[in-house]
């Protein structure tokens, strides 16, 4: 990419994805890290974050370079999320998987370990998602969802899986970024969900259908 990509809506993001990469880290990653340097203490100064970031990316061999070219697809785009706004649609697409189950719940304890898992605002969307059309049947193949996914943990897994296809085949470099990130568990399914198929331009879509009614702000990423 030319230098055009300076004036991109996402540029900053993408620098921060290269400079910051411990921004989100979960602490269960840093093995090894001195003891005598509280990990609370490096991620709280955001000079000694940049030196826990490197410790982490040891060994990478890829040049940034190769994150600013994924900026170009709209796609790769969405690892550039910042990690909150992320686990947030993957909770919402969590919650459209399931939402013919989850807006026919009745018991306190069962909407309560929903809302556990999800998250108030997810359990909240179940009752518009419901209205929302069906993803694919290739999709939830794909994101290995029954017909009615129920368990929380499951709807969770299965919204981040649909995160990590619609994000697609990214370099190694940006996976690693994704692969340390809190919570370690859902970003694991999402690297490990990350390739280019039919299936994933199908998540894309849906993703996108997400950030536009829910995240006007990153709307203009994936135009």
Known sequence: ?????????????????IADPAADLDSTKAHGWPEWMPLDSAQSDPFTR?????????GQNDEPSAIIDAGAAPRSRLALLPSPDAVRLMRLAGAWVGA????R????????????DLGEEAVAFAHE??????????????IRASDNPSAPSELLHCGAAMFGLAIGDIP???RTRLSV????????AVVETCRGDKAGEDAFYAIRRLVR?????????FS
């Open 172 to 174: 190694q470099m940006l």
């Open 105 to 116: 719940l009745l018991r306190t304890t069962h909407i309560a370990a929903v809302r556990a």
């Open 129 to 142: 998602a419901a209205l929302l059309p069906r993803p694919t049947a290739e999709l939830m193949s794909a």
């Open 1 to 17: 990419m030319s230098d055009e990509w300076l004036d991109a809506p996402w540029a900053r993001a993408v620098m921060c994805c």
């Open 213 to 221: 009614k829910r995240m006007p702000a990153w709307s203009i990423w």
């Open 181 to 188: 990130r809190c919570p370690a568990p859902i970003w694991a």
């Open 50 to 58: 940049v030196r826990l970031g490197r410790w982490l990316l040891r």
């Open 100 to 103: 013919a189950g989850l807006t």
